[in-house]
């Protein structure tokens, strides 16, 4: 790989390849940390606290329970639906102890979207938050499920604390329907059983499955990236490199905060794996929405990296509680799920101090597959170089490599891609079997950096002209008023399409002459969007990611 355009710009230090594994299984990766950082603060989360050798002991009892009580069996599915909270880890470790496969699960899936993702998964047990249980009483005669182990939010927050906690959801704020499930187990019940039983290690090998990660279903209805552990535990190699500038250990923890919601593949992969595995005390955020709440816990920290999605940067930089923040010991900040704008970037770096770099991945890909370094040589508006042992490539339709500064699709190739759907046809997925077709639109420039243009399915075509909605993004968001924005395409009968941007505004003076004038002296007139809306919020997923497809589903109804 040596010979590859982007190794050139590698920071020093960091290798092209990866070597051999350190270890055959997420299970040993979490082992050797929990042993390695037994007293440190592994986890905290609404005011409670664990460290790395509690996590081990509870997921122990936690597989243990799952295997000798529920007798469940290696290689049985598991769904985790809840958000981040310290049972997360405990249930997630525990599981892989097991010898299971986590399915892990949106807790605000409508019953139909749950409906599908645990038939099509074939799950046996599923670990749910009390807010949510409700929603599965609709499907308890059409999904699989044998077992329900429910938690409440403070039931590992330990004390009156976490009694508060759950006394205060349930009857102040009563985020707890009244729900019917046969067979419940209370989470906490688990743990105590479990500690009377011993768990009997199954034998893990590195093909196995470790995680059924379905994809957002943003692009369509949601299919089950099949990681196994050698994905996931290359992955986390790759990183750890890639990391080592901002991980380097010191005399006092360093401090991530998590904001992304663990059931997420760069949340789970990187906060939750790269950061157990590094001996980092991880702030769990349960809801960042709350964009009050989530800056006043950070108040509490001097953090040293956060993890976010753009419009997660960009909300934060735009509450007034943001200047109260202490940045003086934050190393960086890394942007993923979608397009980190520049006008965030460049924003965020003037007031922290600090980089926001961009890097890109999937679900397929366990996720990262490019990044811009942490230190040394970075380009913003690109996602960066490949990881270590990751070939990235671009191609046609007819699945011909392009030369570099060509436009296609993105494709790629290394230990952490997936091996293919749960039980899908993939003779679509890859080309010539080997390279993933990401479904991204791109190219590598001339030292070696990669730039999306945009998802192949949002482009625009106007007057034969290809349009993406990542560029008009960019430009309208680079505005002083505006605040969020997405550009979607609709039928014209003379153009083929036009451009609609739909516009949330940071200063309610804005016009839309103002603002179409701004555009046109920014781009060619084909670009400029024929149609601009106000609105007061846009659609998004739960990790934060506008949701074009919402939009247009919307507009086609109009």
Sequence with gaps: ?????????????????????????????????????????????????????????????????????????????????????????????????????????????????????????????????????????????????????VTEMGDLVGGFRGWLVNFVVKYIKRLVPGYHLPQIISFKKVLSEGATLTLDKPKIEREDLAVLQYTGGTTGVPKGAQLSHRNLVAHNEMISYWFEPLLKETAQQEIVVTALPLYHIFALSVNLTLMYHRGLNNVLITNPRDMKGFLTELKKYRLSILTGVNTLFNGMMNHPLFNELDFSQLKGAVGGGMAVQDAVAIRWEELTKSPLVEGYGLSETSPVLCCNPLNGKQKRGTIGLPMPSTEVAVFDDLGNQLAQGETG??????????????????????????????????????????????????????????????????????????????????????SGEVIKAFIVKKDPSLTEEELKKYCHENMVNYKVPKFFVFKTELPKTNVGKILRRALKEAEAKS
């Design 409 to 494: 699709e993105i494709c790629a190739r290394g230990p952490q891609v997936m091996r293919g759907y749960w039980e899908k046809d993939n003779t679509d997925v890859f080309y010539h079997n080997e390279w993933f077709k990401t479904g991204d639109v791109g190219f590598m420039d001339a030292e070696g950096f990669f730039k999306i243009v945009d998802r192949k399915k949002d482009m625009i075509k106007v007057s034969g002209f290809n349009v993406f909605p990542n560029e008009i993004e960019n430009v309208i968001a680079l505005n002083p008023k505006v605040l969020e924005v997405a550009a979607i395409g609709i039928p014209d009968e003379r």
């Design 1 to 149: 790989m040596k010979d590859f355009p982007w190794y050139k710009n590698y920071p020093e230090g960091i290798p092209n390849e990866i070597g051999p594994l350190p270890f055959d299984s997420l299970v040993d990766l979490f082992e050797n940390a929990s042993k390695k950082y037994a007293g440190l603060t592994a986890y905290e989360n609404l005011g409670g606290k664990l460290t790395y050798q509690q996590v081990d002991q509870l997921s122990t009892q936690f597989a243990a329970y799952l295997q000798k009580k529920l007798k469940l069996k290696k290689g049985d599915r598991i769904a985790i639906q809840m958000p981040n909270l310290l049972q997360f880890p405990v249930a997630f470790i525990g599981a892989l102890k097991a010898g299971l496969v986590v399915v892990n699960t949106n807790p605000l899936y409508t019953a139909r979207e749950m409906e599908h993702q645990f038939k099509d998964a074939g799950i046996s047990a599923l670990v749910i938050v009390a807010n949510f249980a409700h929603n599965v009483e609709a499907i308890l005669d059409k999904i699989p499920v044998k077992h329900f182990i």
